[in-house]
Every structure is written in C-alpha cells, then in structure tokens.
C-alpha cells in the first residue's frame, strides 16, 4: 500500500530546491507546482516533489555562479574535509536505511538491488575523494601549467542507479571546484536528494550544489534554457541514447563541452573452452536481468562458440526460469517496448526458448531468444547467438554502435586479452559479469558511438592554463 508524504517530508523536499546563496532563501513553487511519484509495483503515491519552473532554474544557476566565485578558490585541504565527512555520513546505519527505503518506495528495486545501490554509492564516494589527488600543476622554469576549475556544470541523473549516480555526476565536479545543478530522475527524486542532504551536513557552502527538480512534461523546455545559460559551463549527462542525443544536440547549439554515459548494449563471448558452464551461465543470468536489465552494464548479447552452446543454453534458460530478483520495468511504455521487440524478432526468424509474452502488471518475466540477428531491432537490445570461431564473435559483439562495457569468458587468460584489445569497448570483465566495475574506474564511454564520451576524472571537469614567463 502506498503513502503519501507528510507535510514535513513534502516542506523538506521543496526546501531541497530553496536558494541559499549568500541567505538569499526563496521557497519554490510559489503556485504550488507538483508531481507525484508512484511505484511501479503497487501502483500507490509514494511521493509528492516540487517542479521547478523556469524561474527557479535561474534561480539556482545564478546561486551556483555566486558560489562559484570562491569555491574556485577554495584549498584542497577544506574540500578533503568535506567530503571526507560525507564518506563517513554515507556509511552510517542512518543512510543506508534512507537510501534503501526510497529504492523501494520509489522504484520498487528488490532488497538486493536496493542494497547494491547503496554499496556502490559508498564505494563512488570514496573514490570520488581519492581523485582529489590528481589536481597537479606542471612547473619548468618557463611554464607553469595549473589544472583550473571550469565553473557551473548541469548535472542529469537517470533513476536506475540513483545513488551510485547521483554521487559520480557531482562528487567529481565539485570536488574539483566547480558548481553543479543537479536535475534528479522524476522517477527518484528523494533516491536521489540524500546527495544534497550529505553533503550539506558535511559543510559544503550554501550554493555549490543545487537540486532542481523536474516534472516529466516541463524537463523539455527546462533542460535547454538550463544549457543555454551563460554561467553553465559543462553538461553532464547520464541515461538514454535517445535522450542523450537531444541534449548533446542543445549543448552544440551553445558550443558547451558534454559529459555523456549512455546505452551500453553489452555483448558477452563465451569461447569453447570454458571449464565451469554453470558458473558462466550464472554470471550471465544475474548480469542480464539485475533490475530487469535496465541498467547500462547489463548482459544483453550472449555470443558464443557453438562447441558448449548448447550446454550453456540448457543451464541459462533453467537459472533464467527459476531466477528470483525480478525487477519491476519503470513504466508501462517500458514494458510495451520489449513485448513488441520479442514478438518482431519471433516473426523474423529468431527462436523463442523462454517467454511468457506478457508482464504482470510492470514485472516481466526473463526472455531468451536464440539466432537474434542484425536487422531485427532486439540486436540492439539482447540475444543468444551461437558461432563457430573467435573471429565470427569479436565481429558479432563489435556489431553494435554501442562501446560501454564487454565481458569474455575462456580458460585462455592470452586469449581473453587479445579479443579484449580488439573489442570496441570502454570496460572489458575477463571470466566475470559485466555488472562489475571498479569504482576508482567508474563505468565511462571514452571511446565513441552511442554510448557517449567522457571520464570521471580530472581532465573532465578541469582545463589546463599554460602560462609563460618570457625573460628580461
């Protein structure tokens, strides 16, 4: 059964979205503009969050720009305190609690998958503090290169990840002296307001992070007026390619540098030599369907040599049937999308070995299809498809525009890093699922294509200025 917030909760979400600049306080929403959030599972009211208007958008650049003018300027040591202090806010009993309930409530995540996010919000965090180090300045007698602070920078986070996220597109940022607006999911605002929350009780300045709430019908107006503001700086992008196009195509229009981490359409080789069939198939079972594969580093094509195909298909498709962290799709429209895409590639040839073709409600069950091919539009979402040699997987699993994340699975370690340097991916998991990243390494798409570009590190949100002393 679903509850609606408390006066108190609801006052404390729209004082998220006040403006704290230099005691300049002005509540949101004078005309009370709302949205609710409901969960995918019960279908109850959750949440009720404030929708900025145009107004608070400029509200909250203007009071990044203002804090902008000394966070720039402030010693790495006072900024190692801050967030060192928020590592440890992160890892009381107190926010695991309130970040696992708000998964629940708000996306109906299972209490291993709300308890992961958690776990890798922890982790980002500190990896987040450990990059602090990399600020350096290059010195010769003529040059002294220092690495700058960009300004204000547009934060967008989608709701899969909310925590894990939410920390990565403002941790890196503002560690590194910018700014940031942050527009949170609509489909997780209070997952992802406990950053604000944490980092506000650790001292961070009035202004240096505002949250900006959006309803889903305003985002499209907002999100360019946001982008073509003159104070914003950066673009930081994280969710759909969809999505991702139509706001790196706003920060052109400006000439504003993005940050995009989009679909990832995640191949898996599987060579003949495998020892432990039932380990691999495991591994791909929980990497395709952790949150029902809504995640960007979920397994959505299984490659495979067809010397242990079969045996690896037998145990997939009895883990996949019997496999019990079903995940709610986020919206109707979701589960449409995918029932559509299975019953096209039916009709187009491929093979059905597990499928009900209906949800329950927004939980679909696992699906396998066998002989996906390019052309049918689930190539680009998931298959299983065996081959006979190395060089048919490398230019099956290479098939894609996609570069975010690969995984390869042989008893060969040579031979796992000689396809891994010829795959075009960004992250490559020798013998492991590809949900799996290193958080001193947060998953990125450095190379090209539809997964996007960018890095969390310091060359993202820094430039280098090269001053030269010219001699008497």
Same mark, same amino acid.
């Given at each position: 059964?679903?509850?609606?917030?408390?006066? +108190?909760?609801?006052?404390?979400?729209?004082?998220?979205?006040?403006?704290?600049?230099?005691? &300049?306080? &002005?509540?949101?929403?004078?005309?009370?503009?709302?949205?609710?959030?409901?969960?995918?599972?019960?279908?109850?009211?959750?949440?009720?969050?404030?929708?900025?208007?145009?107004?608070?958008?400029?509200?909250?650049?203007?009071?990044?720009?203002? $804090?902008?003018?000394?966070?720039?300027?402030?010693?790495?040591?006072?900024?190692?305190?801050?967030?060192?202090?928020?590592?440890?806010?992160?890892?009381?009993?107190?926010?695991?609690?309130?970040?696992?309930?708000?998964?629940?409530?708000?996306?109906?995540?299972?209490?291993?998958?709300?308890?992961?996010?958690?776990?890798?919000?922890?982790?980002?965090?500190?990896?987040?503090?450990?990059?602090?180090?990399?600020?350096?300045?290059?010195?010769?007698?003529?040059?002294?290169?220092?690495?700058?602070?960009?300004?204000?920078?547009?934060?967008?986070?989608?709701?899969?990840?909310?925590?894990?996220? +939410?920390?990565?597109?403002?941790?890196?940022?503002?560690?590194?002296?910018?700014?940031?607006?942050?527009?949170?999911?609509?489909?997780?605002?209070?997952?992802?307001?406990?950053?604000?929350?944490?980092?506000?009780?650790?001292?961070?300045?009035?202004?240096?992070?505002?949250?900006?709430?959006?309803?889903?019908?305003?985002?499209?107006?907002?999100?360019?007026?946001?982008? $073509?503001?003159?104070?914003?700086?950066?673009?930081?992008?994280?969710?759909?390619?969809?999505?991702? &196009?139509?706001?790196?195509?706003?920060?052109?229009?400006?000439?504003?540098?993005?940050?995009?981490?989009?679909?990832?359409?995640?191949?898996?080789?599987?060579?003949?030599?495998?020892?432990?069939?039932?380990?691999?198939?495991?591994?791909?079972?929980?990497?395709?369907?952790?949150?029902?594969?809504?995640?960007?580093?979920?397994?959505?094509?299984?490659?495979?040599?067809?010397?242990?195909?079969?045996?690896?298909?037998?145990?997939?498709?009895?883990?996949?049937?019997?496999?019990?962290?079903?995940?709610?799709?986020?919206?109707?429209?979701?589960?449409?999308?995918?029932?559509?895409?299975?019953?096209?590639?039916?009709?187009?040839?491929?093979?059905?070995?597990?499928?009900?073709?209906?949800?329950?409600?927004?939980?679909?069950?696992?699906?396998?299809?066998?002989?996906?091919?390019?052309?049918?539009?689930?190539?680009?979402?998931?298959?299983?498809?065996?081959?006979?040699?190395?060089?048919?997987?490398?230019?099956?699993?290479?098939?894609?525009?996609?570069?975010?994340?690969?995984?390869?699975?042989?008893?060969?370690?040579?031979?796992?890093?000689?396809?891994?340097?010829?795959? &075009? !991916?960004?992250?490559?998991?020798?013998?492991?699922?590809?949900?799996?990243?290193?958080?001193?390494?947060?998953?990125?798409?450095?190379? +090209?294509?539809?997964?996007?570009?960018?890095?969390?590190?310091?060359?993202?949100?820094?430039?280098?200025?090269?001053?030269?002393?010219? !001699?008497?």
């Amino acid at each position: 059964m679903g509850y609606k917030l408390s006066d +108190s909760q609801l006052l404390q979400l729209q004082w998220l979205i006040c403006l704290l600049a230099h005691q &300049r306080c &002005r509540p949101t929403c004078k005309i009370w503009r709302l949205f609710e959030v409901v969960n995918p599972v019960s279908k109850g009211l959750v949440g009720t969050a404030a929708a900025a208007s145009i107004e608070d958008c400029t509200d909250a650049i203007e009071a990044a720009a203002r $804090a902008f003018q000394t966070w720039q300027f402030s010693t790495t040591a006072k900024r190692r305190a801050i967030f060192e202090k928020a590592c440890a806010l992160l890892q009381t009993a107190e926010y695991e609690k309130k970040m696992i309930a708000a998964l629940q409530d708000e996306v109906g995540a299972n209490p291993h998958a709300a308890a992961f996010n958690w776990r890798i919000t922890v982790a980002f965090a500190s990896a987040a503090l450990a990059a602090l180090g990399q600020l350096t300045t290059e010195l010769s007698p003529r040059l002294s290169i220092p690495q700058l602070t960009l300004a204000s920078a547009l934060s967008c986070c989608p709701w899969n990840l909310p925590g894990g996220l +939410s920390v990565l597109t403002t941790f890196y940022p503002i560690i590194f002296g910018n700014t940031v607006v942050l527009k949170p999911s609509e489909y997780a605002p209070r997952s992802q307001a406990f950053v604000l929350d944490v980092l506000q009780a650790a001292g961070l300045p009035n202004g240096v992070l505002n949250l900006i709430p959006m309803s889903r019908d305003s985002s499209p107006q907002l999100i360019p007026h946001i982008i $073509a503001h003159c104070s914003i700086r950066k673009v930081v992008f994280v969710g759909s390619g969809r999505v991702g &196009r139509i706001v790196a195509m706003e920060a052109a229009k400006h000439l504003k540098p993005c940050f995009l981490e989009l679909g990832g359409k995640v191949p898996a080789i599987v060579l003949d030599d495998v020892v432990d069939v039932n380990k691999v198939a495991k591994d791909i079972v929980s990497g395709s369907f952790w949150q029902s594969g809504q995640a960007c580093i979920a397994t959505e094509r299984v490659i495979v040599q067809r010397g242990v195909s079969e045996a690896l298909l037998a145990s997939i498709c009895r883990m996949a049937k019997d496999f019990k962290f079903i995940d709610p799709l986020i919206s109707a429209g979701a589960v449409s999308n995918f029932l559509g895409m299975v019953e096209e590639a039916k009709n187009a040839g491929a093979e059905v070995l597990l499928s009900d073709f209906k949800g329950e409600g927004l939980v679909v069950r696992a699906h396998i299809m066998k002989d996906v091919r390019p052309g049918m539009r689930l190539w680009d979402e998931e298959l299983f498809g065996p081959v006979d040699t190395v060089e048919e997987a490398i230019e099956m699993a290479n098939a894609s525009d996609h570069s975010l994340m690969a995984a390869i699975w042989t008893a060969d370690a040579d031979v796992a890093k000689k396809v891994a340097t010829r795959l &075009r !991916s960004t992250y490559v998991n020798i013998n492991g699922s590809t949900v799996f990243c290193e958080p001193t390494h947060p998953i990125a798409s450095a190379g +090209s294509g539809a997964s996007g570009f960018g890095e969390f590190n310091v060359r993202e949100f820094t430039y280098k200025q090269i001053t030269v002393t010219h !001699s008497n």
